[in-house]
């Protein structure tokens, strides 16, 4: 974990000067204390940050994810304060632990798998029901600016129905 923090630290200047927002998604609370904190420190500092929002999923999984966001809605339930049929895709989505950055960006629009893997891995699979996948042959560190283009390229062309027949 301390290679996370020294990466964290060194990135730190570079996303401050680009204008990146940090948001981290997950079960942050299984990471040590001062890794945590660490953490709450890094978004703090990128909070009023606007050119982009960088999300970055520590301890992540979506399975995991959507049981918590399913037993938080249950408890308000059981409790009294939320009727089963109020319950919807909306609040599910709010429960999640990438709400904040779908509520300032909204679902992604493309996600970009490398490795040769043709899987979403237990990422965000609530959140990319309507994402356009594209799946690269090459490791994250080969993935350069010319096939980026090419994605984009090959995303532009796409039509967007989410759900629609046309």
Known sequence: MNLFHSA???QLPELQQHGVRL????????????LQQQIADYE?????NTQLLLNVAVSYSS????????????????????????ITPVLLSRHLASSAA???????DLLIRTSGEQRLSNFMLWECAYT?????????PDFDK?????????YAQ????FGRRS
């Open 8 to 10: 964290l630290q060194q």
């Open 158 to 161: 796409r039509q967007r129905r």
């Open 44 to 48: 703090a500092a990128t909070a009023d």
């Open 63 to 86: 399975q995991q994810d959507m049981v918590s966001a399913v037993q938080q809605i249950a408890q308000q339930v059981q409790q009294g304060e939320l009727m089963p049929e109020q």
């Open 23 to 34: 948001h981290f998604m997950g079960e942050l609370h299984r990471l040590p204390q001062r």
């Open 102 to 108: 779908t509520a300032a960006a909204g679902p992604p």
């Open 132 to 140: 356009e996948l594209c799946f690269e042959d090459v490791m994250w």
């Open 146 to 154: 010319q096939r980026f283009e090419k994605a984009l390229q090959h």
